[in-house]
């Protein structure tokens, strides 16, 4: 997990933020390979002092990258769930707001950074205790809606989610190349389907 900055100053705050910032932008829109420190410089408009201040190598950046945009993803979909006053309501909804979200930012950048990962090990191992965390803390928040409404099958909607997330990812990095439009829409009826029918089975008497 990336080391958090030893300044406290606002100032300082400010700086890290839009270094991430602009990491979580570029990464998106050109690639990991493509960001470099000099892009990242450039595009938050700092010092290359600054940017070692808070991350002395390029592996700490996209690390600590990577956990901000999981805080702003995950962050996204517990804010739009959380408006929801009926928890049911709110697992249902899930699928969409999980291909809303994924199809922002945050998320377009996590996926490039967790695909440049199977090439660069250094990377792996920073992001693997991100995702460890990621998928712990989805897991839980399903059990605990699951005892507040009476759900039998917590451990099965909860691979449900991860099935769905992984799925969600790779249509939204592959759907620019299909040719048939429909096929989006109709991969993400089928996947809500499955998704639904679980959370039937856990709610029927």
């Known amino acids: 997990m990336a080391e958090a900055s030893t300044t406290v100053t606002p100032r300082g705050s400010a700086t890290r933020s839009a270094l991430l910032d602009s990491t979580i932008t570029l990464v998106a829109e050109k690639g990991f390979a493509a960001t470099s420190t000099q892009a990242v410089l450039e595009h938050a408009g700092v010092s290359r002092g600054s940017l070692l201040h808070h991350f002395p190598t390029r592996h700490r950046l996209m690390v600590a990258a990577a956990e901000e945009a999981v805080a702003r993803k995950v962050g996204a979909v517990e804010d739009a769930l959380a408006g ?15 291909w809303r979200t994924q199809n922002e930012t945050p ?28 998928n712990r803390r989805i897991r839980d928040r399903i059990h605990e809606v699951a005892a507040r409404i009476g759900l039998r099958n917590a451990s099965e ?7 769905l997330i992984a799925a969600m990812q790779g249509l939204a990095a592959t759907s620019a190349f299909l040719e048939d439009e429909g096929t989006v829409t109709r991969t993400l009826e089928a996947l809500t389907a499955r998704y639904h029918e679980c959370l039937a089975r856990g709610l029927d008497p």
């Open 107 to 134: 998320a377009r950048a996590l996926a490039e950074l967790l695909l440049a990962a199977r090439w660069d090990s250094a990377l792996e191992e920073g992001l693997r205790e991100i995702v460890v965390a990621w």
């Open 84 to 98: 929801m006053a009926d928890p049911v309501q709110a697992l249902r909804s899930f699928p969409a707001v999980q």
């Open 157 to 163: 909607l909860a691979i449900e989610f991860s099935v």
